[in-house]
């Protein structure tokens, strides 16, 4: 199954060749028939009450800058215990909300929300932001990640060259990090990654 997002069309190309427009659905679905569609799909959807969005697929560079920061964080978090993922992995923020963020951690592999078929919350999340549209991870998502209460949020942005590190309460500024300097978490107390070698990965 393919999907395709346009400006005002929501295209779904079924494995017998078959096309509809979803687009008359949107606000209609439900959570239920958002998670079914996201398990035909390879394709990024995030969800928000009644209404889907299809996530460009991302560029051969975003996924550079993804696979490095998700080795760094992992190597990191391996001898704590902690849990770290990449996407394609769905967060549920709240009922009716979901989004997918390209890495999560958690500080446990016990805790509780750490579910097979989905998160239902997490401590730390890292976007790279996408050029489509980059308000989705530098403005609505930080509204998202707070609501959600996630501790810290990193926006990796390939656009500008920075690093920002957000934390709660209500996404402080914890440093807004250029190249010739080291992106620092407060969750991880003494992690961080030069942001020279994220954007010359």
Avoid: C
């Avoid at 500080?107 to 929300?113: C, G, K």
């Avoid at 976007?127 to 990193?154: F, L, M, N």
């Amino acid at each position: 199954m393919t999907v395709e997002s346009h400006a005002n069309s929501l295209k779904i190309t079924r494995s017998d060749g078959l096309e509809a427009d979803l687009a008359p659905l949107q606000g209609l679905w439900t959570e239920q028939q958002y998670l079914r569609l996201t398990e035909q799909t390879n394709h990024l959807i995030e969800f928000a009450d009644g209404s889907i969005e299809v996530l460009p697929i991302p560029t051969s560079r975003h996924q550079t800058i993804l696979l490095l920061l998700y080795e760094q964080f992992k190597t990191a978090v391996q001898p704590t215990g902690w849990k770290v993922l990449v996407a394609p992995l769905r967060l549920r923020l709240r009922p009716g909300k979901f989004r997918e963020p390209d890495i999560l951690l958690l500080r446990s592999a016990s805790d509780p929300r750490y579910q097979d078929a989905f998160w239902l919350g997490t401590d730390l999340v890292v976007e790279v932001v996408s050029p489509d549209r980059p308000e989705r991870d530098t403005e609505e998502k930080v509204r998202d990640y707070a609501e959600a209460g996630i501790p810290e949020y990193w926006i990796v942005n390939p656009l500008d060259e920075t690093v920002t590190v957000l934390t709660l309460h209500e996404y402080a500024l914890h440093g807004i990090f250029h190249r010739g300097q080291r992106a620092i978490s407060k969750l991880l107390d003494g992690f961080g990654i030069a942001v020279d070698d994220i954007f010359d990965a």
